[in-house]
């Protein structure tokens, strides 16, 4: 399996992803418990291979969300040393957002 790409712009894409990957991951997990049931050294080899994939897509998607996390957390900081760094433009921007934002509901 391919690496995730959570550098990708769109977060909604990225969650989507994230959303799929698990769905996938218990998906595979019913078709294995499903397996379990039946004998076979052919139903034993797919067995021992979706076991493999499935550790696989589960340590991907861990290792994405860590990573995402971390990210966000990255964000964050940066964010509150830019404010403390100049309050005066964060209280113009976050007023001018508000006033913009308002004047959009009121048109509607």
Same mark, same amino acid.
């Given at each position: 399996?391919?690496?995730l790409?959570i550098?990708?712009?769109?977060?909604?894409?990225?969650e989507r992803?994230s959303q799929?990957m698990?769905?996938?991951?218990?998906d595979a997990?019913? #078709? =294995?418990h499903? +397996?379990q049931?039946?004998?076979g050294?052919?139903?034993?080899?797919?067995r021992?291979r979706l076991?493999?994939? $499935?550790?696989?897509?589960k340590?991907?998607?861990?290792?994405?969300?860590?990573m #995402? =996390?971390?990210? +966000?957390?990255?964000?964050?900081k940066?964010?509150n040393?830019?404010?403390?760094?100049?309050?005066?433009?964060? $209280?113009g921007?976050a007023?001018?957002a508000?006033l913009l934002?308002g004047?959009?509901l =009121?048109r509607?």
């Amino acid at each position: 399996m391919d690496k995730l790409d959570i550098n990708s712009s769109n977060p909604g894409a990225r969650e989507r992803l994230s959303q799929d990957m698990r769905a996938l991951v218990r998906d595979a997990e019913d #078709l =294995l418990h499903a +397996a379990q049931k039946q004998g076979g050294e052919s139903v034993a080899a797919m067995r021992e291979r979706l076991e493999a994939s $499935i550790r696989q897509a589960k340590s991907q998607i861990w290792d994405g969300e860590l990573m #995402l =996390l971390e990210r +966000a957390r990255q964000t964050a900081k940066q964010t509150n040393e830019y404010v403390h760094g100049h309050p005066w433009l964060a $209280i113009g921007a976050a007023a001018g957002a508000g006033l913009l934002l308002g004047a959009m509901l =009121l048109r509607r």
